[in-house]
């Protein structure tokens, strides 16, 4: 089961769990309010999951492939993990599955403070075009994940300032409907 809270203020080490005292926990509901959405699948079997390919069929991913961030297997290792921090959003839907090792999602909520998604083996994470996110493994050093995409693969990232792309405007028109 996944699991998500909101960040403290600290600003040491990004793979450290960083919860606040006392934690204040974020449900599954509260996450889908904001667009993102969470599937527990069976990454042992992934290559021949029957779900796995039902989910592709109906949401048209259309694209994959996989990703092993560990600093013996990333080319640029370091100046990836720094990308991958830095606050950015997309202008196409960020899906992820787990398939080995554990990292951390940060998105932004709609004042603006930092959820912390923690993701294992098994989760399938989905996060919205548009929202302002960011990703670092925690203190495992370890994650090997499934990229899927509709259509070609777009992994263009967009760092915060970028109110002005129609992502980003849709996705805020999105979290007022919500409200």
């Given at each position: 089961m996944v699991e998500a809270w909101y960040m403290d203020s600290l600003d040491d080490d990004q793979r450290k769990p960083h919860r606040m005292e006392p934690n204040q926990s974020v449900s599954l509901q509260e996450l889908e309010?904001?667009?993102?959405?969470?599937?527990?699948?069976?990454?042992?079997?992934?290559?021949?999951?029957?779900?796995?390919?039902?989910?592709?069929?109906?949401?048209?991913?259309?694209?994959?492939?996989?990703?092993?961030?560990?600093?013996?297997?990333?080319?640029?290792?370091?100046?990836?993990?720094?990308?991958?921090?830095?606050?950015?959003?997309?202008?196409?839907?960020?899906?992820?599955?787990?398939?080995?090792?554990?990292?951390?999602?940060?998105?932004?909520?709609?004042?603006?403070?930092?959820?912390?998604?923690?993701?294992?083996?098994?989760?399938?994470?989905?996060?919205?075009?548009?929202?302002?996110h960011r990703f670092t493994l925690d203190e495992n050093n370890f994650v090997k994940a499934m990229r899927l995409f509709v259509g070609e693969p777009v992994w263009t990232a967009y760092n915060r300032p970028a109110d002005t792309y129609k992502a980003r405007q849709d996705y805020l028109t999105f979290l007022a409907q919500v409200a």
């Open positions: 309010k904001l667009g993102v959405y969470h599937l527990k699948l069976n990454a042992d079997i992934y290559e021949a999951d029957p779900e796995l390919k039902k989910i592709r069929t109906e949401r048209n991913y259309t694209f994959m492939d996989i990703i092993t961030i560990h600093k013996d297997t990333l080319p640029n290792y370091d100046e990836k993990i720094k990308i991958f921090y830095a606050e950015h959003l997309h202008l196409d839907d960020e899906i992820r599955y787990v398939l080995e090792g554990s990292g951390y999602f940060d998105v932004r909520n709609k004042d603006d403070k930092w959820i912390r998604i923690s993701v294992e083996k098994g989760d399938l994470i989905t996060l919205p075009a548009g929202i302002y």
